[in-house]
């Protein structure tokens, strides 16, 4: 018989549940940081981390809850090696990213538009930003890859 | 201790903002209030003194864009000064340090307006 080597077993994940209330952003917004600090990431990219996920909050919070306080996110911190994953979960509304507008600043100044900044911030600073549909919930996969570029 | 606080000091024909603390969807509405304040004033020179800002979320930036075409239309800007490092990358990832004129400090903001001056950066 083959000698094989241990396996490595995957950290277990860090997952929290808060209310639908902005009073909260703050705590996700420290705890993300702290968690991608713990993966080995820079305090500069860890506070981007932190905004990406305080942004996919907030969307979870005003769009897929519309406001309502009394409803509950899941977030769930997982560092795999070598890429450091966060899932926002829901049990709200399912919003289309494909339907947010993309941001064109100048647009934003004639129109006064102040919509999709948070989205493109996300996607701005995460290596990748999905979607999708799982059962009756909403995941919001953030990806940050540890050998990636700082957000430009 | 409050989230956030935005006191007003008017500098001659200029309004100067002081956020301390932290500027996301929960904290916004004290933000725009203030500036909203300082245009229902008919002060459309405004800085935000950025010094005691720690971090500022989407929801903030927002509130700059909701003002700033009146703002401009009106013969003023709204200018930023003494962004910390957390602040300024948010601004560059963003692309709004071309939308808005940073200085290193308040005194610079200020001095730009009696100048028409270029942005430190």
Known sequence: MLPTAPRRRAKPALVVKIPSETSYLALVRDLTKKMAETAGFPETTADRLALAVDEATTNVIEHAYKGAADQEIELRFEDRGPEFRVEIIDTGQMIDPRTVPRVDLERFVTERRTGGLGMHLMEKIMDSCTFRRSGRRNVCLLVKRKDSAPAA | ?121
């Open chain 2, 1 to 121: 201790m409050s989230d956030l606080t935005v006191d007003t000091r008017d500098v001659e024909d200029v309004t100067v903002l002081y956020p301390r603390g932290f500027i996301n969807a929960h904290t916004v509405r004290g933000f725009d209030t203030a500036i909203q304040k300082a245009v229902a004033r008919r002060r459309f020179r405004i800085v935000v003194n950025c010094e005691g800002l720690t971090y500022i979320a989407s929801a903030g930036l927002g509130a700059m864009m909701g003002a700033i075409e009146e703002i401009r239309a009106s013969g003023g800007d709204l200018r930023m000064a003494s962004l910390n490092e957390t602040v300024h990358n948010i601004f560059e990832i963003l692309g709004f340090n071309h939308l808005y004129k940073t200085f290193p400090s308040e005194a610079e903001a200020i001095a730009s307006f009696r100048e028409g001056g270029q942005a430190a950066s």
